[in-house]
C-alpha cells in the first residue's frame, strides 16, 4: 500500500537558513508526489508536484523538491528561510488506489528572526 | 473563480445535535473529498465522491453521512455529534484529465467543537 513518512514532526531553523523537510514514500506504483503548505488558519495550498519527467521540481516560493528513486525519497528544500515560511507542510502521493491521495502527519516549520 | 468554499467556518455544538457541512466547487470538478484534520495525525480521508450522485467511505466514516445531489456540491452531515468529532474539516476536489494526477484543490477549512 502506498504510504509517506515525514521525518521530524516540527523544524526550526533561522531567516536565511537553508529549509531541508524530509519525505518518504512507499509506493508499488510509479508515484505521483506532492507537497502541500498550509498557513495558520488556512486550508491547503499545492507547492509543487512530481509526475514524470525532471526529477528536480520547481514550486512556488522559491521551494523545490527532488525525487529519488533509489532512496524513495521527495524532500523539500529552500536555499533561505523567510519568516513567511512559517507554516505546515504535508507530503503527499497519489495512491494504488488513483482516487486518493495519502497525506503524511505534516511538519511545522518555524523560523526564527 | 472562489476555488472551493465552505460553510460554515465555525461552529460549536453540544453532544447529540446534529450538523450539515456544505462544500462548494466552481471548477466543474468531478471528484470531492472531506477531510479531518487532527494534531499529530496530518489529514485524514472521511468520505469522498466520484460523481454526482455516487459516494464511497474513505479511511475513518463512522459518524459521518454525504451526499453529492449535485456536481458541485458536496454535504458532509453529523447526526449525533460527540466530542471526538472536535477536529478541523477540510473539503478538496480534483479534476478528471488526460494526464489524471489528482491534484486536490483545498477550502479554508470548518473549525467544529463538539462540547
Redesign the interface.
Known sequence: AQSVTQLGSHVSVSEGALVLLRCNYSSSVPPYLFWYVQYPNQGLQLLLKYTTGATLVKGINGFEAEFKKSETSFHLTKPSAHMSDAAEYFCAVRGADTDKLIFGTGTRLQVFP | NAG?TQTPKFRVLKTGQSMTLLCAQDMNHE?MYWYRQDP????R?IH?S?GEGTT?K?EVPDGYNVSRLKKQNFLLGLESAAPSQTSVY?C?SSYIGS???????????TRLTVL
Open positions: 472551493v471528484y499529530g495525525m496530518g489529514l480521508l469522498y466520484v464511497a474513505g477540510f478538496a494526464t489524471y494526477y489528482n491534484e486536490q484543490f483545498f477550502g479554508p477549512g
